[in-house]
């Protein structure tokens, strides 16, 4: 889609400020119920016209523009947003998926999503879950058995930055009769949209990018298909009960307003930080999707338009000095989220069991994970500098 299509959509589409006064933010709504002139409009209320709200836990008017903002941005028909990411995660897999059918996952996958399928999914729903990289066709083909019913994506996966094919995986998964979902939070609607490939559904955790203070936990379903979306996922929101709140979600519609802005000035930031990295004699290995050395470069451009401000790297020293090294940096907080105004700095598999780092392919237990905020790249530099010489 087209970047000013996009800032339209971000900045002025679906806001009808004739109806509040003028208002330039939408207002919140924060009632719980809507109330109607007669029995009869109440008990034949059609709650999926845009202007038909009766119950919060089925809809609100703040969090319904949120949905029309999203499904725009990401070319999708329909949207729901979701009270956090898990939430979405997990409604898409209990809306696709009954007892018997089989999941198809990427090994690189959200772990939090890995671990439901092994506590809930598999012994309390009897969902049968396996893994691939994703990065090999005829893998995915192989694995795909007669009762495959979803398959788990997330491109670029955020500890090592694999990417995928989407386009060719739609394309197999289709055939199979298969339901793709990706998560697609690293890129945003703005950098890469799943559906134009032929992907079905498409999550994003609001508390990420989208929402980009962190001050908010949210999640969001987007497809094309209306049907999916209605009978699926909505039912499923309705009566899981993960519902965002209309504060929430008038907070993810403030921070779109700037995501435009601050996607440049992350991506500018980490680029000049990747480069500083990937030129140091103590780094051995810089995974960022904006870097010509990605093994995957000629993809990313196929499929992406742009990168944000997270990626990893690894020392070319033993993995406690990992550890030392994030101990020292003073700009970057030490957390495990990302996509806010803030520089993050994490060793996300340090502490992880040998079977798991064999289930992941074996990759660098001292991988550093950053997340390169706006607190300016000089600064950051200097930061990263000074922690290097540390140890």
Avoid at 50 to 68: A, I, K, Q, S, W
Avoid at 160 to 165: K, N, S
Avoid at 366 to 382: K, M, P, T
Wanted: overall charge negative.
């Amino acid at each position: 889609m087209d970047i000013t299509r996009q800032q339209k959509i971000l900045m002025h589409d679906f806001e009808d400020r004739a109806r509040h006064y003028g208002a330039v933010a939408p207002p919140v709504y924060l009632n719980s119920l809507h109330v109607f002139p007669s029995f009869e409009q109440y008990a034949h209320a059609d709650t999926s016209q845009d202007d038909c709200f009766v119950y919060g836990r089925e809809g609100n008017p703040t969090t319904h523009l949120l949905e029309r903002k999203l499904a725009a941005l990401e070319g999708g028909e329909m949207a729901a947003v979701f009270a956090s990411g898990m939430a979405a995660a997990t409604s898409a897999i209990l809306g696709t998926c009954k007892s018997g059918d089989h999941v198809l996952c990427m090994r690189d996958a959200y772990q939090p999503v890995k671990r439901f399928m092994a506590e809930v999914g598999g012994p309390r729903l009897g969902i049968d879950i396996s893994f691939i990289t994703g990065t090999d066709l005829n893998e995915v083909e192989r694995a795909i058995r007669p009762n495959t019913r979803l398959m788990i994506l997330e491109s670029p996966a955020t500890f090592v930055f694999t990417v995928v094919d989407l386009k060719a995986i739609a394309e197999i998964c289709r055939r199979h009769h298969v339901i793709t979902y990706i998560d697609n939070t690293y890129c945003t609607p703005l950098f890469q949209n799943p559906l134009e490939f032929g992907i079905d559904l498409v999550m994003h955790t609001l508390s990420k990018y989208l929402g980009g203070h962190s001050d908010v936990i949210g999640g969001a379903l987007i497809a094309k298909d209306p049907e999916l979306m209605t009978y699926i996922i909505h039912s499923m929101r309705e009566w899981l009960g993960g519902v965002l709140g209309p504060m929430e979600g008038w907070l993810v519609l403030r921070g779109m307003r700037s995501l435009e802005a601050r996607l440049r000035c992350h991506q500018e930031n980490a680029m000049k930080v990747a480069t500083f990295l990937e030129a140091q004699p103590q780094v051995k290995q810089v995974l960022y999707t904006g870097l010509d050395s990605h093994p995957q470069r000629e993809l990313i451009r196929r499929q992406m338009r742009g990168h944000t401000g997270l990626m990893s790297f690894m020392l070319d020293r033993p993995p406690e000095d990992a550890v030392r090294f994030i101990d020292q940096l003073k700009l970057f907080g030490k957390g495990c989220s990302w996509g806010g105004f803030e520089s993050l700095a994490l060793c996300p598999l340090y502490e992880v069991s040998e079977e798991e780092i064999r289930f992941l392919g074996n990759p660098d237990r001292g991988l550093i994970r950053l997340h390169v905020g706006l607190e300016g790249a000089d600064n950051l530099i200097q930061d990263l500098s000074q922690a290097l010489e540390g140890i």
